[in-house]
Every structure is written in structure tokens, then in C-alpha cells.
């Protein structure tokens, strides 16, 4: 899955790569073992070029917290997942799933017709949003619930450079029983 990895000061889907501050690999290195200043890491598929739209942006925090972007071949957000530090470790903690009208183009994110946020924590306990533009445009159901099977969402700081459990959109989320939801396992119906 991993191609090219570069790094960069700030970036946003927004931004353009030319208008980016590019840190070399030492400094991202040095940002990301003392932690005193936030940075992203962008990365690209394998077989693609830079210069293209990364599919993937991990933004390494000054907290230590870890936001993931999961991007689609035209750009448009279709999945962030963020992890907490706690304890220690990182926390798989909020996830966000998004759609839009279609996968034609690029959309802005908050331009979704649908967004599902899912909010978890260690105890099990668990909160999902979710905000249907199309079928429902003025609410967001809520749906709570606990004993959640959330036990395998705790992950290691890994290595510098070592982000693969981080670009694995589906980290700790335990295989969908028969006739589950796949997008968000068996937490959601």
C-alpha cells in the first residue's frame, strides 16, 4: 500500500502541494520523537507519482494525538480516524466515515451528504452521530451504547516511518458478523 512518503510543516486537502513547507526526512524524524512541533505525513500510493494528490495524510500532533485522513483518487475526504494518547499508547478514538453525491469529483469534506462520527472509549462506551444532508437534513440521530467490542483499538506509538497500522483504515475493528454493517463493523446496525 505504501509509495512514496513525503513530509510536510501544514498541509490540508485544501492546500496546494506548491503553496506546502516540505520538511526534510531528519526533521520530520527529529518532530516526531520529541513531539515539540506538530507535522504531516503524506503519502502516496505505490506506482504513483508525488506530484499527484497523496491518498493519505497522517498529522502527527504536538499532543501526541494522531489524525489519519483517508483520501479518495480525486481528493475528497472519505474517512478520518484519530487516535488519543493515553496512557501512554494511542487510542483509536473517533472515526469519521463520509459521502457524497458521487465519485466524480472532488468534494470539501463539510460538502458530504452524509457523515457518520463514531466516538469511543476504553470502558466500551460508545456514541455515533450520524447526518444524512439528503434524507433527513435538519437532524443528526444519535445512537449511544455500551460494552462496545473496542478492546483491540489501543496501538503502540510505532517507529518513525513504521505506519502501517496507522494506514489501515479499519484498524481494531473486530471482522462484521453476518449481515453487519461493514463500514462500521458490528458496533452499528
Known sequence: MIGSIRYADYWT???ANSA?????????????????????????????????RPRCAINFGQSRRVRVVFLNEHGS????????????RLWRWITTDYEYPNDE???????????????????????????????APQEKQVITFEDAPVQNFW?????????????????????PPEGRSVRLGP???
Open 13 to 15: 486537502e485544501e492546500r
Open 20 to 52: 506546502t513547507t516540505w520538511l526534510d526526512v531528519e526533521e520530520a524524524k527529529r518532530r516526531y520523537e520529541t513531539g515539540d512541533a506538530a507535522f504531516t505525513a503524506l503519502v502516496w500510493p505505490r506506482g504513483s507519482e508525488v506530484r499527484g
Open 77 to 88: 475526504r472519505v474517512k478520518t480516524v484519530e487516535y488519543d494518547w493515553r496512557d501512554g
Open 105 to 135: 469529483r472532488r468534494y470539501a469534506f463539510d460538502r458530504a451528504t452524509e457523515r457518520v462520527t463514531a466516538t469511543f472509549e476504553p470502558n466500551g462506551d460508545a456514541r455515533v452521530e450520524i447526518v444524512d444532508r439528503v434524507a
Open 155 to 175: 496501538l503502540d506509538r510505532p517507529p518513525f516511518e513504521a505506519w502501517g497500522d496507522l494506514l489501515n483504515p479499519e484498524y481494531g475493528i473486530p471482522d
Open 187 to 189: 458496533l452499528i446496525e
